[in-house]
């Protein structure tokens, strides 16, 4: 074990799938010699050279075309979006090509895209977005949020192992501002397993990514009142654990959902429909939705906080929720 920042376990990552497996590369805007916006790739294009590390242009769309070819030609490629915010550029080439390919003709499309989704920098409407919901709906697309550098780095390597196209969302803020006892080995986390966070027997909260950390500081709060909190992190949106969530649901009874994305068709709706469907008699309170609202993500600082859900919003939630 070795203690790693949630950037660093997903840099050595990388490292170990480069080193292990030749058909693995990288592909992105300044990942080489500059180490990509975030520095993820520092020191990679030294040691496995400019055609495993490959700085590309300025354009999406050339991005996911490349590597959606790379893929059918038999090879892994791990794109990189400089934010998540831009592959909206390239959505055709992921839903319409990569997304469908198996569906068509049987071809695997083994490409992982990571995405620096988020926001808490004062980042505006272009460079903070959480737009999971929005691949999540896509057959054939699979979708991962980790919160934590043991599953960033065990979520990673499960991605760039699968044969489908994996959207790999890595929240800004949890780059650098956590750290953590990390296998200095390779080891992978299976796509689709949720993570019971924190115990508890009250009420419910299903969230994932950096949310994950906001709901664990609620639950401190909630705790020293006599409530007790589960918190289920998903790690994967697509696939999803319907089973860890009902299975929490039904203990406690109540449920909130949270996550940072805007609120109307955000993923938590359909986290809340299952629910409704499956475990209805189990409920003694109405679901509960927190998230951001439908509104472009801020510029001014203040007014970000506002938008983004903080730990005093949840409180409030789960205090509502447990009164009934």
């Known amino acids: ?31 080489g010699g500059f180490g990509g916006a975030f520095k993820a790739t520092k020191g990679l294009q030294e040691e496995f050279g400019p055609w495993r590390v490959i700085d590309m242009p300025l354009s999406e769309t ?79 697309l699979k979708v991962v949020c980790p919160s934590t550098p043991v599953d960033a780095k065990g979520l990673l390597a499960a991605a760039i192992a699968d044969p489908n196209p994996v959207l790999f969302f890595e929240h800004k803020h949890l780059y650098r501002s956590i750290r953590e006892e990390v296998p200095e080995e390779r080891y992978t986390i299976p796509l689709g397993q949720a993570r019971i966070r924190r115990a508890g027997d009250d009420v419910t909260v299903v969230t994932w990514g950096a949310m994950t950390w906001t709901a664990a500081e609620a639950a401190v709060t909630l705790e020293a009142e006599g409530t007790s909190v589960e918190i289920i992190d998903l790690r994967t949106l ?10 929490s649901v039904r203990k406690t009874s109540r449920l909130l959902v949270l996550h940072e994305d805007t609120r109307t068709a955000g ?54 929720l447990a009164a009934y």
């Open 1 to 31: 074990m070795a203690e790693r920042t949630y950037i660093e376990a997903i840099t050595e990552c990388l490292r170990q799938e480069l080193r292990r497996d030749q058909r693995v590369f990288l592909l992105g805007e300044d990942i």
């Open 62 to 140: 050339a991005i996911l075309g490349s590597a959606t070819g790379a893929a059918l030609m038999g090879l892994r490629p791990v794109a990189e979006m400089q934010f998540a915010d831009f592959v909206s550029c390239a959505y055709d080439h992921l839903v319409t090509v990569a997304a469908k390919q198996h569906f068509r003709v049987g071809d695997a499309i083994p490409i992982v895209v990571r995405l620096p989704s988020g926001g808490g920098f004062s980042g505006g409407p272009f460079h903070s977005q959480n737009p999971e919901s929005t691949f999540a709906h896509i057959p054939g």
């Open 238 to 247: 697509q696939p999803w654990d319907r089973e860890a969530v009902l299975t």
């Open 267 to 320: 993923f938590g709706a359909e986290i809340a429909a299952t629910v409704a469907e499956l475990a209805f008699e189990q409920l003694d309170a109405p679901i509960r939705r927190l998230a951001a609202p439908d509104t472009p993500v801020p510029f001014s600082p203040p007014l970000e906080k506002a938008f983004i859900p903080q730990a005093d919003d949840v409180v409030r939630a789960l205090q509502d």
